[in-house]
């Protein structure tokens, strides 16, 4: 592996980790703290405010991008467990399991002595596509009404 792709692997690591402290942090609060709350009173503050609208809808719509990319990428190199990444973005946080998705890649393309061939979606990556489209797109909906 080369330097560069050690200094990336790292620097994703290290978002990821930033990431899971971040989240996590204000997650165990919310949840644990002095008020604590439910999982339908999370969802419900998600639309408190413009702010945590634009906010929601921007990480969804990210997460949207993301998976497109993720997917696309694992497919034309070879990454598994594509699909684990996007379903932990949304149990953990998409800001942890992006960069470590990105690892996984930069790991891969190291391996590559060649050119990767063209991606090659399967139908479970089109069903899972729409699947989270679906599911963006309905919290986002959510979020703005």
Known sequence: MTRTRQTLCVFYGLIALTALVMTWSQNLLYFTGPNPAGFGAYI?????????????????????????????????????????????????????????????????LATLETTPSAVKLTTTDIAGLAITTAVVLGMCAYTLT
């Open 44 to 108: 419900a503050d998600l639309k408190i405010s413009g702010a945590a609208r634009s906010f929601t809808v921007d990480i969804g719509l990210f997460l949207l991008a993301g998976t497109g990319l993720m997917v696309a990428e694992a497919r034309r190199l070879g990454v598994r467990f594509v699909w684990l990444y996007v379903i932990l973005g949304f149990g953990i946080a998409i800001s942890v399991t992006f960069p470590l998705f990105l690892i996984a890649r930069e790991r891969r």
